[in-house]
Structure formats: structure tokens, C-alpha cells
């Protein structure tokens, strides 16, 4: 997307209301102020504008690191602990409330016909389906779709776009061309399904990296090294269709099928079972307390950060040299 | 690893012989001569020579943005087709012949007693375990086990090293010892499962990509390009066990499982069956085909590549400005 008409789109929702701030609608929050664009936060704790603005300090250098202007950031920011109030004149809401079902739906009829025809109605939800929240509303639902990121939103890419059944066409093209404008990666979910798409990924890898720890096979850590030096390494750079379309040679996925579809389907018929028991839970727990735990969770993220950025930076960087643009 | 711990493994290591110069063989050559390593190559093919020597033309750029010395490379490069001829005086035998368990059986009887001591005898065998490699050995046994690359391996960090119920514990640690001296990240695999550890997580993830791919929830591309710009960009970052540990907030994987552990159950427990019948196939073939196929297989595989190389360069200089080594 060119700088042209990345600002037209962003031009279009200059004013955003982030419903509930936790580290999701926080980290919203910076992004959405990083691209100029004005935010109301809503969330009735008493602390939350002290809590904002930590978090927003604490983002800032990731912001810059990205290339973002990071100066005077909450100058369009404000707090407004009515929701009548807040979303009034808002061009786009980001849901960032509980995962309680009766919470989404009352607070979606409660700004039902509220908004502008124009608005997006946004739900970061990673388990309630546009579809379920907006059973009580008349007037908006064509407007309301998820838009589920991975965390942190200001810094991994991915936005899952997944429109519920009365989502409007007009309305998914809408949310893409804004996520895409902040910088994002958005990617259409077509189906309501559970975990979405990438936390079923996740999902599959972890119920097999259970079950290699919890056969000895190696620890928590030694898996996480063959992970980080391996298949992470090839999936930050390739997806895993490209990889096997490569892994087929010349003949791409029909010699990849031709050589690989026997084993595969026999190992996926034959999947032992994985138990989450209380001594499975017992072993993990204890290795990774051995393998993680001496550093505090502060000092894990930042060096995760710090390394997130950096393959971010090198990818893109490259991106800029060779001018073949992957996304 | 300091420098001088690692000539002192290298010396013991002077002379390798790669029987099998397929890409996986003549990929471990060009990086043994990157170390200084001497190579033999044993392979019958009458064009081996100007394939390998092509190969290791191409590698030489990579070997470079790795920071390894890649001048007169071809120096301690010779050929031997005969195999007795070519592990004559050999400190090290990695070899790279077909799955066939025959083959594997034959060739390891006919060098059995034939190297030293000291000699490492490793295979590169993604199917065939140590254990069963060594049924016709009577000498050698103790210092035979499988050393499996992650593709190419002079790009991709990992090995799998997987010893045999017959390897000593003395061949492990030289193993080991002799891959990280070589800027690679051994790790040891404990029982001789079917698909070590890494193809095993391949195919556990792959098995959700074709379910979500033939579901019609995303198509190969949509995928791949959620891979990489979430889980992929975690996982060459921080693996999959620091990553929820984190994900557990100050609780660690104690809150982790509290939390999650029952959704991953039902999750794992109620998995749809994932078929690869013919139509199946050809749904993704035909998507594969689509979105890949525009560009020859080689210039998909040298973007790749720089983008893997971008990635372990921006890694490697953060640990060197971090001084806090993950490995």
C-alpha cells in the first residue's frame, strides 16, 4: 500500500475508541496514536490513565524501532469512562473487553445505531464469533467483525479478520484497508471456527511438543532450541506451504504428495493420545521453571521484543533492497 | 563456544568423508571446508565432481553472510569412489545415502573396524535410527548415530543428534561437541522416535494447515502468510515453551495450564480427521500452484534463503550487542 493511500484510509477513521485497556486495547491504543490517529480509551478502572500512559512509555521505543513516529503520542489521546460519551462521533471501536458472551453482546446493542453508518465496529476477540455478539443489535451488526491480533497488537504483524454472518462485505474490505494502513498483516478468517486459525496452529504444534517432553524425548528447553534453529527460523521467513511447495523440488506439492502423503496420513491416524493431567502439568511446570524462571517475565519480554524486532527490521530491510514485496 | 575450544575440536576432526553427494551432502561439504575440515567425497556418480564443486559455488555467498572464510574453499576438497579408499585414515564419516535400510546396513558393516577409535560415524538419515543402522556392526557400533541436518545444512542451525541403543556415551558428547564447533545448534534426541523431533512438529502443524486449507477457512497463501507474520516470527524469536510460559503471565505455566489447559484438551481430544485422498491433493495443489508455481523453484529457494540469512545475521548481532547468549 503506497503512503498516499494508506493516509486516505486513515483519513476516513481519524477517531478510534478503544474499549477496555489491558495490554491488548493498550498496545492498540499505542499503535492506533502512532498513526495519527485520535483515541478515546474506555475502561471504568479508576487507575486507567496511569496505566495507559506507562504502557504507551514503554512502547514508544518499539515504535521507533519500527519506523513510527513516536513524539507527543498521547496528545490525541483521552479517557472517557461513559460509553455513551466515549463512542460519540467515533469513526471505529476496538473491543477489548471480557470474554464473557452477555458482556459482548449488551455492550454492542448498547452502541447499536449510535455510530456513524461509516463506523467499524471491531472485536479483539479471540473465542466470541461476531456472529454470537451481535445477536442483540438492529441496526450496526453489518458493520461488526473480529479483528483478533496476535500479541502484542503494536508489534506482531497479524490481524485475523473474521466477519460474523451479518457482517457487510463493505465492511471486511473496510477493516483490511485500515489494519493494512497501521502496518499490519490482516488476513480474512472465512469461517467462525473455533481458535480461529493461527491459535489452532498453535494448538496442533503444542499438543506434539507436549507430547515429546512428557515421553523424555528431550526437555522444554531443548525443544524450544530445535524449534528457534529450525522450523521457526524457516516459518518467519516462509509459510509451511512454501516450504513443502520447495520441499517437492521441481515438481512442487505433487512430488511433495507423490513422496510424503503415506507417512503423513499414517501418523495422523496414529496419534497417541496427550493428557493434560495434573503430573503431565507437574512435569512441564517443573522444567520450565528450571529453564525460565530465573529471569523475571519483564526481562523474557523485552529480550523476545528485542529479538521480534530485529527479524522484523532485517526482513523488511531486505524487502527494501531486493524489491520483491512478499505481502 | 570460545574459539580456542573450538580448533581444539576441529583438530581432533581434520579429515571428514561425505559418502552421498546429494544436496544434503554436498551442503554439509561446503560447510566442513568452510571450518577448515578436509572432505572426501564418496559417491559413484561419474558428474559428481562439477555437482558438488557447483554446489559449493552457490553455497559460497551464504557461507560468507554467515561470517565463515570461503577463499580456496575447493583446496581440501577431493573425490574417492571407492569406499574403502575414501574412509581410509577418515576422523569423521557423514553420510547422506539413500533411506534404504540395506544400503545403510551394508555400508556401515564394510567400514566397521576399518576407522579409529576416535572416529565419529554419523548419519544424516531423517528415517532410519542408529539402532537399526548398526545390526551388522561388530566394532564400531559404540560410535555410530544419527546427526540429522534441518535443509540445507550449511544454512539452518539445527541437528538432531540421535544415538543408537549401541552408541556409547563418548560419541554423543564428540558429536555435539563437534557440530557446535561448527556454528551449528546440536541438540540430543532420547528415544529413536519415528521423525526425531523437528518433522514430527512439522507434520503436527501440517496436519491443521490441510484441515483449515480443505475446510475452506484459508487458502495455502492466507496461511503462509499468517504463519509467518505471527507464530513463524515468535517461534525464530522464542520457542513455543518460552513463548507460553510467557504467555502465563507472573504465574508461568502454573497460570497457563489453569487457564488454558482445558480448552487444549477438549481441543486435542475432538480433532476432525484430515484425509490426503486424491481430492484433497488436488485442492491444494492446485492453490500451490497458483500462488507459487509463477516463479522457478530456485528463485523462490535464494528468497528464502536471504530472508533466513537476514534473520540469523539481525539475531546474531543483537546476542553479540546484548551479550546475553540464548544458546
Known sequence: MNAQVERDILKRYPNAVVIGAGVIGASWTALFLAHGVAVTVNDPREDVEGIVEDYIRKATPTLKALGLPAKDLTKRLRFEADL??????????????????????DLWASIDGKVGAHALLLSSSSARTATEQSLKMAKSAGRLLVGHPFNPPHLIPLVEVVPGERTEPGAIEDAVAFYAALGKVPRIVRKEMQGFVANRLQRAIFRECCYLVLKGVVTVDELDDIVTSSIGLRWAADGPFRSFHLGG?????????????????????????????????KTIIDQAQASFAASPPEQLEAERDARQIAIIQALAALKGRTAKPKQ
Chains 1, 2 share one sequence.
Open 84 to 105: 455513551g460519551r466515549a463512542v460519540d462521533g467515533a469513526d471505529l471501536i476496538q473491543e477489548n473487553g471480557p470474554e464473557r458472551i452477555e458482556f459482548k453482546q
Open 249 to 281: 523440488g521441481p515438481g512442487g506439492f505433487t512430488a511433495f504428495f507423490k513422496q510424503f502423503s503415506p507417512g503423513l496420513e499414517t501418523a495422523w491416524k496414529n496419534m497417541a493420545p496427550v493428557s493434560l493431567d495434573a503430573e503431565a502439568q
